[in-house]
């Protein structure tokens, strides 16, 4: 099954490229997302199909974060089939191939057992992923592609410096050079506690980039403000989702080898940090793209502070992997429809949402209330659970600034969502002939969907799914 989930949206990425047709191209995205969903479902119910390799295994953690993955995909890319007949100017060859490499890709990451493999394969993300955000061609959009990677490609690099530190700890240790996992998690006791401790600093360094971690966050706004609103979603989703499992193992070895204390440490000082700064930039956006740029990086925030808080906090952290992907979708895919009928990403032109464009206007106007952990959506489930398992681990002045940073959050953000959605529409867009059609509505209202089920009910195998991902991270944390 491993093979399936991988080798076929490369395999499509590939027919991607020798379609001559601009209009019959796209339809390849809903094609390998739907084979990919029928297979995230088939293994998520046959664990048996979980284990291919020992360097190819999807492990409780790792099913959390492929089905988030492939969810996000699957509705997006409806999306995307409806977003590209807009754009029939403009060649969509490499847009449509770069997004199904990418499933392939990141779905290489989530199985990998080899941490050597896995860095490969999240930087093959990072290079697929590139061309995405200058799909537009303007020179900002040349100049985001450009920071995020060369700033991406510091963090990776840092990343695998951190991976070589790992190997030389446990050949330190006496057990020889691996990469393998599960040979990690098994000698952790033995590992080299400084070589481990180096390379954990470097893997929060480099896949903190990646997340986007303050203060590594520099080429965050810039892509997602000028990338298409499906790119963002994918990003805020996907990507991140990628990238925070590498922090997942390599805490989960840290915490096997008894340096829970120091890996914890990091992670809440950073989580906060992040949040701080994601607060305090969100207060004065007025381009609604780059405001939501600066909310993902909130969120970044909040899944590391949740894992550094460990065991209490460990199912809301793993809930909000979900939730917070989900959340994305509605927010940056709607945000996409009002850029489309606006022209425009700056709240001085973009005004009368709700009348302009009714339906995008209103699920990016609930879409907010979700992100910033209102009930009875389901953010505000995953996020009171971290909150909960933050008080619970004794830490009190944590928790205190926890709450402070999401009031910031909310006023800051609300601010422009409000200015956004509410007014008059501006003379020169009442005349606009873009109208939402049924493939840029469904998905959003999908993802909705999907976001209050999860404030209201957690249905039973996603409970045993998440029950599953906390025990298998240990609850020595």
């Known amino acids: 099954m491993?093979?399936?989930?991988?080798?076929f949206p490369l395999a499509m990425a590939g027919l991607a490229l020798s379609i001559p047709s601009n209009r019959w191209r796209p339809v390849l995205l809903p094609m390998a997302a739907a084979v990919h969903a029928a297979g995230t479902v088939a293994v998520l119910m046959r664990p048996e199909w979980g284990s291919t390799f020992a360097w190819l295994v999807l492990d409780p953690v790792g099913k959390v974060i492929l089905l988030t993955v492939s969810v996000l995909y699957?509705?997006?890319s409806f999306y995307a089939v409806g977003y590209l007949?807009?754009?029939?100017e403009r060649s969509n060859r490499f847009f449509t191939a770069c997004l199904l490499a990418f499933l392939g890709l990141i779905s290489l990451a989530i199985w990998s057992h080899d941490l050597g493999l896995m860095w490969v394969a999240i930087e093959g993300t990072t290079l697929v992923t590139a061309p995405l955000i200058y799909f537009n061609r303007s020179q900002r959009s040349i100049e985001a592609t450009w920071k995020y990677l060369l700033v991406g490609s510091v963090g990776i690099a840092l990343a695998l410096l951190g991976t070589f530190f790992l190997?030389?700890?446990?050949?330190?240790?006496?057990?020889?050079?691996?990469?393998?996992?599960?040979?990690?998690l098994r000698n952790a006791p033995g590992l080299s506690k400084t070589w481990l401790r180096a390379s954990f600093i470097l893997f929060l360094v480099g896949y903190?980039?990646?997340m986007g971690l303050a203060p590594m966050h520099t080429w965050k706004p810039d892509a997602y403000g000028e990338a298409p609103g499906v790119v963002g979603a994918i990003f805020a989703g996907g990507v991140t989702s990628g990238a925070f499992l590498a922090l997942l193992r390599i805490f989960q070895i840290c915490d096997a080898a008894g340096e829970n204390p120091f890996a914890s440490r990091l992670l809440v000082f950073m989580g906060l940090f992040t949040m701080t700064v994601a607060g305090v930039f969100m207060a004065s956006q007025r381009d609604f793209k780059r405001m939501?740029?600066?909310?993902?990086?909130e969120h970044m925030g909040i899944l590391t502070l949740g894992l550094g808080i460990g065991a209490p906090a460990l199912f809301g952290t793993m809930l909000h992997v979900l939730t917070n992907g989900m959340t994305k979708g509605v927010l940056f895919l709607s945000a996409g429809n009002i850029h489309r009928a606006y022209a425009s990403k700056s709240i001085d032109q973009v005004q009368g949402a709700l009348r302009r464009v009714p339906l995008s206007g209103a699920l990016f106007l609930a879409?907010?209330?979700?992100?910033?952990?209102?009930?009875p959506f389901g953010p505000f489930i995953s996020e009171f659970s971290i909150l909960n398992g933050v008080f619970t681990a004794g830490h009190f002045a944590a928790g205190a600034l926890f709450l402070v940073l999401l009031l910031v959050v909310f006023m800051g953000m609300g601010i422009t969502v409000l200015k956004v959605v509410q007014g008059r529409v501006p003379l020169d867009v009442e005349g606009s002939d873009y109208h939402e059609s049924f493939l840029t509505a469904a998905p959003v209202l999908a993802f909705m969907a999907i976001v209050v089920l999860l404030g209201l009910y957690i249905p039973a195998p996603l409970q045993t799914l998440l029950d599953d991902a906390v025990k298998f991270l240990g609850n020595r944390s």
């Open 367 to 375: 879409g907010f209330f979700a992100i910033t952990g209102s009930p």
């Open 2 to 7: 491993a093979f399936v989930l991988i080798l």
């Open 74 to 76: 699957f509705f997006s």
């Open 292 to 297: 939501l740029a600066y909310s993902s990086i």
């Open 167 to 184: 190997a030389y700890s446990s050949l330190q240790g006496g057990f020889g050079a691996t990469l393998g996992f599960e040979d990690l």
């Open 208 to 210: 903190g980039t990646k």
């Open 85 to 88: 007949k807009y754009r029939e």
